[in-house]
Nanobody
Framework: QVQLVESGGESVQSGGSLSLSCAAS????????MGWFRQAPGKEREFVAA????????NYADSVQGRFTISKDLVQNTMSLQMNSLTPDGTAVYYC?????????????????WGQGTQVTVSS
């Protein structure tokens, strides 16, 4: 099993920046990829960004490309999401996820482990 704990969510003004962090523990050697997803009230969980745990591949949703940056620290077993130029539609619970399978996926069901989520609120 892999345990994931997110942190960093808070309220921010539109146009502002925020950095989220995800700490992984347990059987982290089984992780192939990690990702960030978000879920706004009344909406389905959606892909934000993903990164290959070993290697440099990254993938972003079109809606955040150029504004968000995903990164990792293999020594600390952490993953981060730097979010710039936030807009109100970025208001959501942000989830960290880990996948044991190789494809760098944007599909919710292809991730095996999930954190509890951290709330990000962007006010206009």
């Amino acid at each position: 099993q892999v345990q994931l704990v997110e942190s960093g969510g808070e309220s921010v003004q539109s146009g502002g920046s925020l950095s989220l962090s995800c700490a992984a523990s347990g059987r982290t050697f089984t992780i192939h990829n990690m990702g960030w997803f978000r879920q706004a009230p009344g909406k389905e969980r959606e892909f934000v960004a993903a990164i290959r745990w070993i290697g440099g591949d990254k993938n972003y949703a079109d809606s955040v490309q150029g504004r968000f940056t995903i990164s990792k620290d293999l020594v600390q077993n952490t993953m981060s999401l730097q979010m710039n130029s936030l807009t109100p539609d970025g208001t959501a619970v942000y989830y960290c996820a880990a996948a044991r399978q190789p494809p760098l996926s944007f599909v919710v069901s292809e991730y095996d482990f999930w954190g509890q989520g951290t709330q990000v609120t962007v006010s206009s």
